[in-house]
């Protein structure tokens, strides 16, 4: 139970970052549940604030549920 309730909330978690324009990937390096953030084109200090902000959000919005 507790791999599937991670799964949705991994889920969610990349879709609602993807809703705000923004794409983050599982990492691939080791066997924890990691992410990756990568940049194709140019990338300014704006973005990643963004970024930082919106998985904020996300995160203070679950701990709401």
Do not use: M, W
Request: charged share 25%; aromatic share 18%.
């Amino acid at each position: 139970h507790f791999f599937h309730v991670f799964t949705v909330y991994q889920i969610q978690f990349y879709q609602y970052i993807k809703e705000r324009g923004y794409a983050i990937y599982p990492g691939k390096l080791t066997d924890l549940d990691t992410f990756r953030i990568g940049n194709i084109g140019e990338i300014y200090q704006e973005d990643i604030e963004k970024l930082v902000q919106i998985i904020g959000s996300f995160l203070a919005e679950k701990r709401g549920e």
